[in-house]
């Protein structure tokens, strides 16, 4: 089965930091270009974070730039997100995605038809 999974999310004051985890299972994470999403409710979910498979592209929000790094274990079969300097506004429910493509402009910016899995939850208070 493949499948994504989310995780790591949680409770983090302003300031602090988190590292999510988007476990694959049933493929191998380096054969597809990874994309990290953010979604808040009410609002359109937002492309974060989109790096190409042989990391030749990649695609920064310029919410996150310089905050948010993006790191891949091949030996877990995960992708991750380091996320640091984190602001309120980073609060929402973040996903990730594993999309056969090269243009990781496309790839954070067309976020329809796509099949979502149950996302993490962060929160950040002040």
């Known amino acids: 089965q493949v499948q994504l999974v989310e995780s790591g999310g949680g409770l983090v004051q302003s300031g602090g930091s988190l590292r999510l985890s988007c476990a694959a299972s049933?493929?191998?994470?380096?054969?597809?270009?990874i994309g990290w999403y953010r979604q808040v409710p009410g609002k359109e979910r937002e492309g974060l974070v989109c790096?190409?498979?042989?990391?030749?592209?990649?695609n920064y929000a310029d919410s996150v730039q310089g905050r948010f790094t993006f790191s891949k274990d091949s030996d877990k079969n995960a992708a991750y997100l380091e996320m640091s300097d984190l602001k309120i506004e980073d609060t929402g429910v973040y996903y990730c995605?594993?999309?056969?493509?090269?243009?990781?402009?496309?790839?954070?910016?067309?976020?329809?038809?796509?099949?979502w899995g149950q996302g993490t939850q962060v929160t950040v208070f002040s």
């Open positions: 995605l594993a999309v056969n493509t090269q243009d990781m402009t496309r790839l954070c910016t067309f976020t329809g038809g796509r099949s």
């Open positions: 049933g493929f191998p994470v380096d054969w597809y270009s």
């Open positions: 790096i190409a498979k042989d990391n030749s592209d990649s």
